[in-house]
């Protein structure tokens, strides 16, 4: 089961905040952010593995919330560079190696 | 350089003519794994390795079979390919299978005619 990724878009102005969560059906044992521009490959950004648990770094953060099986990215004063479309990857809790679901991605456009 | 490289990059074929596609890290990861993009689909699952001669399904393996014969390669094999096999492949290393950082490969766009 994918997990449930909201927006599905979402336009800003350069200098906006913009929030994306990731939402599972699943007990979470990580969530994984990507950023992928287009025609290119995904890129990591960030791993979250303890419920609670916050990272950050640039003006990007994220936090996991172990007991609601969610996950939000934060993107603080957006920028340019920022566009792109943004996926959360996670794994399930007792999940072997069966690695990471991938949702069907946040696409992120920023405007000057 | 810390890498993962795909062959090929771009692949127009007909149906029903076997084709592989390669993928090797440098990294030494022991976990590997083959993903396909499509529109409004996000990336799903083919086939993982855990480490050589360790694989096992993912989430959409009909249709592809892999093998782990060395840890630095880990090739998709489409024994007969079809039109919905067209898609975009990424193939993805990590150190271990859980709670790692996936490096992606540039992937291979595949058109199946």
């Known amino acids: 089961q994918q997990p449930v990724q909201s927006p599905q878009a979402v336009i800003l102005r350069e200098g906006e905040d913009a929030v994306i969560n990731c939402s599972s059906s699943?007990?979470?044992?990580?969530v994984h952010w990507y950023r992928q521009k287009h025609g290119e490959a995904p890129v990591f950004l960030m791993i979250?593995?303890?419920?609670?648990e916050q990272k950050g770094h640039d003006k990007i953060s994220a936090s996991f919330n172990e007991k609601k099986q969610q996950s939000s990215l934060y993107l603080t004063a957006s920028q340019l560079s920022y566009s792109g479309t943004y996926f959360c990857?996670?794994?399930?809790?007792?999940?072997?190696?069966?690695?990471?679901?991938f949702g069907k991605g946040t696409h992120l456009i920023i405007q000057p | 350089e810390a890498q993962v490289t795909q062959n090929p990059r771009y692949l127009i074929t007909v149906t029903g003519k076997k084709l592989t596609v390669t993928c090797s890290q440098n990294?030494?990861?022991?976990?590997m794994s083959w993903y396909r993009q499509d529109p409004g689909l996000g990336l799903r699952q083919i086939y993982y390795?855990?480490?050589?001669?360790?694989?096992d399904k993912g989430d959409v393996p009909e249709g592809y079979k892999v093998s782990r014969k060395e840890k630095r390669n880990f090739p998709l094999i489409l024994e007969s390919p079809s039109p919905n096999q067209t898609s975009l492949y990424f193939c993805?290393?990590?150190?271990?299978?859980?709670?790692?950082?996936?490096?992606f490969g540039p992937g291979t766009r595949l058109t199946v005619l």
């Open positions: 993805a290393s990590s150190f271990t299978a859980r709670g790692n950082e996936q490096f």
């Open positions: 699943k007990a979470l044992y990580s």
């Open positions: 979250l593995l303890k419920g609670g």
């Open positions: 990857g996670t794994e399930r809790r007792g999940g072997g190696a069966d690695g990471l679901t």
């Open positions: 990294m030494n990861h022991e976990y």
């Open positions: 390795s855990m480490n050589v001669e360790v694989t």
